[in-house]
């Protein structure tokens, strides 16, 4: 849960997510909620950041939109900047830089997974509201982390193919 100037909101969002040998596969749900109401049953959480990189995110809707589009922004920014795509590696510190740096001023309360495949080869980072990041295989935040951890650890090994790796998410949704 987290706390918010109008009261206590309760976030049951939830993602998780599975790379395999040459792919990536993110699954969130699509709910808003605050506190026991549901407020829109159709939101996109993921986002494009460019085109071989996908960013989803679990938090409250203002943070979640807010910071989105600010990372989405700022890679397109840099894209121009540099005169090049920024790899999935740099655009993951770079969230992990401005939520560390957001931290104690005003914090965004969004958890993230940040996937791209570069040159062929898949990646996937696990980035927190603390500006914690790991490099991952599989990964879930939100209400979802408590119950399929066990899954995706089960299930998941390094040369999973495409349509193995439908079947965790599948185990996972239902």
């Not at 918010?4 to 998780?16: K, N, V």
């Not at 109401?37 to 938090?59: V, Y």
Request: glycine share 6%; charged share 25%.
């Amino acid at each position: 849960s987290t706390q918010s100037t109008w009261g206590e909101q309760y976030i049951m969002d939830s993602l998780f997510a599975v790379q395999g040998k040459d792919f990536v596969i993110i699954a969130t749900d699509s709910t808003v909620a605050w506190s026991v109401f549901r407020l829109k049953e159709e939101e996109d959480k993921i986002i494009n950041l460019d085109d071989n990189k996908i960013m989803a995110m679990a938090g409250g809707a203002a943070d979640r939109l807010q910071f989105g589009d600010y990372i989405q922004c700022n890679i397109h920014f840099k894209k121009f900047l540099f005169d090049r795509k920024l790899s999935t590696k740099e655009a993951a510190n770079f969230t992990r830089y401005t939520m560390a740096q957001n931290l104690r001023k005003s914090p965004y309360q969004v958890n993230c997974m940040i996937a791209g495949i570069d040159n062929g080869e898949p990646s996937l980072y696990w980035a927190d509201y603390l500006g914690t990041l790991q490099k991952v295989t599989k990964g879930a935040h939100g209400y979802a982390a408590m119950f399929v951890g066990g899954i995706l650890d089960n299930f998941w090994r390094e040369d999973l193919s495409f349509e193995e790796a439908r079947k965790i998410v599948d185990y996972c949704i239902n």
